[in-house]
């Protein structure tokens, strides 16, 4: 059944009701740039407005009660229309959406005329004779590009893919072909290599899906791609750019930012199953792994405590809340252990409930579990252990019931952090099984993969609940559009081969085009054999920069993967554990970024230089941290040379060779060996540091270090707070602006914003300039002293050097008190002994 030809057009509250020979098209334009098309086949229903996932809408909803907290109403955009024999043309401010009117499609153009995104004009919206419903589009397939899907193997661009979206328990996937994942997220990014002008196109519809982006081809019809979906409807949502990082910023306008962190959360986790799995005394073991690391001086925050300790005593099943009092006899003093030690202990949850579960029968007197198609009876699928039933986290009953065992067994035992793994509901194979739906019924055809979303949600209202001003923090395996104003996320169950280490790259990259920022994967794989010694190495120095820092397997050759398992390797790892701690202040402050606008932590080549067509089709897996810094991680085996290209519109200065610079534009080849992590600064520069941090509680931040470079004019805003309590949403933050004024009197102005009491006592400035030293510095009006001699200049409080071999200007002085300062670098040309001419 296709939607052939446009019949009469009505005004509603919120916009336009098209209607069409075969459907009904809702029309909302929400803002100039996010323009809603809900294409809507079935007449015999109503269109519902019934969405957990939208944050910003223009409309009531369903869901607004409870989703009151999160959810703005914003008043749409009346946007007229001119109208002609073929089409309807409406226009925004900044873009052009025409409607054919047969065959019935959609064009978007610029506001000069130019086209930026087009229907496949003759097969645009189609159901199909199993009800499932597609959307067509056209594409060039030499110059078209689309990014983002969530979580996807292979390289980053999916042109010529074609990709499920129905999550599974992927464990063990191949990194380069393997599909589906555990995540659904119906968003990718589109842009034409030549225009560079991204568009965004977000499906909110959580029925599982097919993206194929040209690898199927047909000669009746010119090059397309297509979004099909297994039921509900159409409900598109076209992003303007014309910026990759517009769209991503209207994207998480719709669907929520990415959560700011814990501080603690950004440190070292460790993990692995077997820590858990011990006969007894697993507490005990725990303690002796956390010396280990101190012992190792391998730095250390967090710990996963995998699922063992739910463990029946009798029969090893696992049994969420449930505490194995052989492994654990006194789970309360364990935390109180851990926490003393200055460790957050991060417990697995299961949503899956086995027939011998101790709080059975609490769940079934509070009718918490997904039902049986006819409703009749709880529904039983494939569990770890045997058959199980599973919470319905789309029911106001089950979500309390599990809220309550969580308090009780969990949280109140000392933990303010939730990891909720196994939450694709993937062993509810019937897809007509029936969740409560907020009390109106549905199905799990639909309301699948929302389950992860909304268990999220739970753990979110308990951590307030126990811990009332404190920050959430929250893991989940599993989620829909939207996890990320929830939960952090990680790659699941991955496989420990090279090829992982390289395609996560892009898995990390995608994820956050599509809105997940904080995003990482299992270090040294979780499925198989332990890593060799230098692939172990190089997932270390790669993991180090991730977003979400953690080492977590389950070998199957009954070994462990830890940092100190090959002895050889450990000062090169010891360097990288390193490194992390020493950008806390960098990492936290792009996670501050991203919870404002929704930039990814990890951006790809493209975003910060989508001037250079290059950056589009690139594959060599190179990536910016933050705006600044330029990674190319060593991702081959017995590698001696990384081959890296650097984008143009940029000087880029080699962080491990005393900023050597290279043109950008090019592609080198870098000598590498074992200790290389290749790193390079962009010429607009700001990254802030410290030496001070090698565990988060208990070490405070006293001394900041910026690197800048300073070729043409940028800024950064380095955020700081206390790191765990929600008073930063009042005002009690420190934000400070640095903003460089580049030229011959190079200018750093510091303007700081909030009411956070800094706990910073002195920066040191290092600014790259190869050209020359400094004739003169000065802190707002006041001269600092010059240093001739390194060891003098590290002895004083204040003052400036020039490093001839880094050819770099180091100033260091202790931090104003004032909230506005300027650090002036003048590098005029001077007359050392009074022979300038006139």
């Known amino acids: ?40 086949f079935d007449s ?69 005329g130019n086209p930026l995104y087009r229907d496949l004009k003759e097969r645009a919206f189609e159901r199909d004779q199993l009800g499932r419903l597609s959307h067509y589009s056209c594409m060039d397939r030499a110059k078209d590009h689309f990014f983002g899907f969530g979580e996807k193997t292979g390289h980053l661009d999916k042109k010529f893919r074609r990709m499920r979206m129905s999550p599974k328990d992927a464990i063990g996937h191949d990194p380069e072909t393997g599909d589906p994942m555990y995540k659904h997220i119906p968003f990718y990014v589109r842009i034409h290599e030549d225009k560079q002008h991204a568009v965004g196109l977000f499906y909110h519809n959580s029925y599982d899906c097919v993206f194929d982006m040209g690898q199927e081809v047909s000669g009746y019809w010119e090059p397309y791609c297509y979004y099909q979906t297994d039921g509900g409807d159409i409900d598109l949502f076209l992003l303007n750019g014309p910026t990759v990082s517009q769209v991503i910023d209207r994207y998480t306008q719709l669907t929520g930012r990415t959560a700011l962190p814990t501080k603690q959360s950004l440190g070292y986790c460790a993990s692995t199953m077997y820590y858990a799995e011990l006969e ?58 851990m926490n003393a030690r200055g460790i957050n202990v991060i417990v697995n949850l299961k949503p899956g409930i086995l027939a011998r579960h101790p709080y059975k029968q609490w769940l079934e007197e509070h009718n918490a579990f997904i039902k049986t198609p006819d409703g009749s009876g709880d529904y039983y699928g494939r569990w770890w252990g045997g058959p199980g039933r599973f919470v319905d986290f789309t029911s106001p009953s089950g979500r309390d019931v599990w809220k309550a065992l969580l308090k009780k067994h969990i949280l ?63 893991i989940n395996r599993a989620g829909y559009a939207g996890i990320q104003r929830y939960a952090q996320v990680w790659g699941g169950d991955n496989l420990t081969d090279w090829r992982t280490l390289k395609f996560n790259i892009a898995t990390i990259l995608g994820m956050g085009i599509s809105g997940c ?169 700001v990254v802030t540091m410290t030496e001070d941090i090698h565990h988060i509680l208990k070490d405070p931040l006293r001394h900041l270090d910026i690197l800048i470079a300073a070729e043409n004019d940028s800024t950064f805003v380095w955020y700081d707070d206390d790191g765990h309590s929600e008073q930063y949403k009042d005002g009690v933050y420190a934000k400070t602006a640095i903003a460089v004024t580049a030229g011959e ?94």
């Not at 019949?7 to 323009?35: K, Q």
């Not at 909803?61 to 009346?78: A, G």
């Not at 196994?422 to 007509?432: A, P």
């Not at 650097?646 to 000087?651: A, H, I, R, Y």
């Open 1 to 40: 059944m296709l939607l052939r030809k446009y019949e009469s057009i009505e005004v509603t509250d919120n916009g336009y009701l098209i209607h069409g020979d075969v459907a009904a098209v809702l029309l909302v334009f929400m803002t100039d740039d996010i323009i809603r098309i809900r294409v809507h």
């Open 745 to 838: 009197q190079t200018k750093i102005r510091f303007v700081a914003q909030g009411n956070y009491q800094s706990t910073v006592q002195s920066l040191t400035v290092k600014l790259i300039s190869k050209d020359k030293g400094a004739y003169w510095v000065a802190l707002d009006n006041t001269l600092l002293k010059q240093f001739i001699i390194q060891d003098d200049w590290e002895a004083a409080d204040s003052g400036w050097y020039y490093d001839l071999t880094e050819r770099s200007v180091w100033v260091k002085f202790p931090k104003p008190k004032k909230d506005t300062f300027t650090l002036t670098i003048s590098k005029e040309k001077f007359d050392l002994i009074g022979m300038t001419e006139e």
């Open 412 to 474: 109140e035992m000392g933990t303010k952090t939730v990891w909720n793994d196994n939450c694709e509901m993937d062993g509810v194979e019937d897809r007509e099984a029936q969740c409560d739906f907020e009390g109106q019924k549905g199905t799990m055809a639909e309301l699948k993969i929302l389950h992860s979303n909304m268990m999220a949600y739970t753990a979110k209202q308990a951590l307030h609940e126990v811990y009332p001003g404190e920050r959430p923090y929250i």
């Open 280 to 337: 007894k005394d697993c507490d005990k073991e725990i303690y002796k792994v956390i010396d280990k690391h101190e012992k190792e001086q391998i730095p250390i925050d967090d710990f996963w405590l995998a699922s063992g300790y739910s463990s029946g005593e009798e029969d090893n099943l696992r049994y969420v809340f449930n505490w194995n009092k052989k492994r654990f006899p006194e789970p309360k003093q364990f935390f109180d252990e």
């Open 517 to 685: 920022a904080n995003m990482g994967c299992d270090i040294g794989g979780f499925a198989g054999p332990a890593p060799e010694e230098e692939l172990l190495l190089r997932w270390i120095q790669n993991g180090v920069l991730q977003p979400r820092f953690c080492l977590n397997s389950a070998n199957n050759d009954n070994t462990v993967t830890q940092p100190w398992m090959y002895e050889k390797m450990l000062p090169h790892i010891r360097a990288a554990y390193r490194l992390r701690y020493r950008m806390l202040p960098y990492l936290y402050s792009l996670f501050y970024e991203s919870s404002q606008d929704g930039m990814p932590i990890w951006r790809p080549l493209f975003l910060e230089f989508p001037q250079d067509p290059q950056c589009y089709g690139d594959q060599s897996l190179t990536f910016m941290l933050g705006s600044s810094i330029l990674v190319a991680s060593v991702v081959e085996k017995g590698a001696k040379t990384r081959t890296i290209y650097l984008p143009n519109g940029s000087t880029w200065y080699d962080m491990n060779d005393d900023f050597r610079p290279y043109t950008g534009g090019q592609t080198i080849e870098l000598p590498v060996d074992l200790a290389s992590m290749p790193m390079f600064l962009r010429d607009t520069a």
């Open 44 to 112: 015999r229903t109503p269109m519902k407005e019934e969405s957990y996932t939208l944050v910003m809408t223009a409309w009531p909803d369903r869901m607004d009660e409870l989703l009151k907290d999160e959810r703005t109403r914003i008043t749409p955009l009346m946007v007229p229309y001119t109208e002609t024999e073929k089409d309807l043309t409406f226009a925004t401010k900044t873009v052009k959406l025409v409607l054919r009117k047969e065959p019935f499609s959609f064009a978007l153009y610029d506001v000069q």
